[in-house]
Structure formats: structure tokens, C-alpha cells
């Protein structure tokens, strides 16, 4: 079996991409799938929500892909195993590969060759992506088979859902064809705001529903489980955020599922 590989963006800050990504390749690693969790954010908070100091990092996702753009060497040594989980880890320094990669020709699919010699160590390959949709962000998405964005449901995303999807429809058909758009999760961290109904009414509308994921509510677990370094159905097995990361992961499962046969 080769790698599904997933990839969670939304070029808006704070929707949950890393909470998610985090929660759910440990959700899927605890499963028994062998999972990879790629941090490619500068800011580091998937590799921070993993528990690692950003300090003391031997290698990061961003000097691998530099050795790798130069010699073509794959070095698995970047690859941090926790209990479960496999991570490979980011810091600020990613942020230079947004200029450098920009010199080379082949500079859209640097992530997808390199992730070529994982294919076969791995059942998923999960991506966090930076609040942008630069360089790092269209690696990631030319690298992936699958995308979920998830959108909070304020009156923001309202403004920036017709304007986003135009330009993944551009990045899917110049770029990245492969690439399916698995689902969109609404996150609701304001339940209580008329603007979430009308927001949630636009996506559905926007996408159908047979692509809405079930939601994400707002858990103040999750704020605290990231701060343990541990994943919420660790931190606090019974809270309704475990039981939405486990929804939302059967949920991709299924449609993962549904999708290669
Ligand atoms: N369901 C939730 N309930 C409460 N707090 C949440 C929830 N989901 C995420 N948060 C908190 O909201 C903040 C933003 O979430 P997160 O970091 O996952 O978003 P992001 O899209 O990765 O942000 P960025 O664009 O900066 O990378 C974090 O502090 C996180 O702990
Ligand atoms: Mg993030």
C-alpha cells in the first residue's frame, strides 16, 4: 500500500488547520496506521502541540529539503518518533525556503519528490500548511492527494470563501491535478453567533453537503491538550472535543475508503 497523503489549508490564520492535523495523525496513529505528520509552518505549532522543544531540533523539514533540492539525498533522519506518532519537525527557518525555492525550476513539486521515498514507510502522510497560499503551501498541496480546509464560521470566511476557492481551482488545474478536495470542515468556536448559521449555510451551498465534515466546536481542551504536547482524546478522552476528532477521522477513513476502491 503507498501513503495517502493529506493536506489541511486555508491561507486564513487560526481555522484549526494545526489543531486538526495534529489531533487527527494521532488519531490515525493510535489506530495502528502508520502515520507521518509533516509541519511545514514556520511557526512550528504542530511540532510545539507534539510536545518538542523547536530549540533542539537535530534537523527540521526545512534543511532536508535543502539537501535534498542540492543532491538529491533523502534524509530520513529528520523523522522524530514519538510513542505513536512519526513527525517531521519545522522552525522559523522555514520561512527562507519560500525565496529559495523560487530559483529552482522545478520549485511547485520539491515536497512531492522528496515525499516519493516515504510512499512505502507510511498508510498517511498528513500536512499542516502556513496561514498562506506561497511556495511551501503549493509543495504541500502538489504533493498531496487529498485537501480539507477548514473554515471558521465568521463573518471573514463569508468574504473569502469564493475568492479561496478560485485559487485552489487555479492551483488544482495548473499545478496539481491530482489533488481531490476530500471536505470541508466548518469550525464553530462561537456557536452562539448568528453569522456561524449563515456562513455554514453558504458552504453548504457553495460545496454540497456531501462535503461537509461533521463540526468542530469550540473545546477549551484542545487549547489545553496543546499545551500538554498530547493529543486531546489523551489529555481528556471524554470531552466533546475527542469525540469530534474521532467523528471527523472515521469520516475521512470512510471516504478515503470510499474513494480508492
Ligand atoms: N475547537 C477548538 N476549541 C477551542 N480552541 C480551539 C479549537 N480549535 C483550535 N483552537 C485554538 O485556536 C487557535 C487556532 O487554532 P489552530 O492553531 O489549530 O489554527 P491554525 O489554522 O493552525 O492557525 P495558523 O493559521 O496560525 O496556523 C489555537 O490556539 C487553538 O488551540
Ligand atoms: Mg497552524
Known sequence: MMAKTIVFSNRKGGTGKTTL??????????????TLLIDLDSQA????????????????????????????????????????????????????LEIELSNFKNQNSILKDFLIEFEKDYDFIIIDTPPSLGLITINALVASDYLIIPVKLDFFSLVGIANMMNIYYKINSMYA????????????????????KEVFKEIENTFGKDKLFPFLKQDIKFVEASSHGLPIFKYSPKSSGSEAIRKISKELLRRISNLEK
Open 177 to 196: 491535478p491530482n489533488l481531490k478536495l476530500l471536505g470541508i470542515i466548518p469550525v464553530n468556536l462561537n456557536s452562539r453567533a448568528k453569522i456561524s
Open 21 to 34: 492535523s495534529f489531533n487527527i495523525a494521532s488519531y490515525l496513529a493510535n489506530k495502528k496506521y502508520r
Open 45 to 96: 505549532h504542530s511540532t510545539i502541540h507534539a510536545g518538542l522543544n523547536v530549540f533542539k531540533l537535530k534537523y527540521t523539514i526545512y534543511e532536508v529539503l535543502i539537501e535534498f533540492i542540492k543532491n538529491k539525498k533523502v534524509n530520513k533522519d529528520v523523522i522524530i518518533k514519538t510513542s505513536k506518532l512519526d513527525l517531521i519537525p519545522s522552525n522559523e527557518n522555514i520561512a527562507a
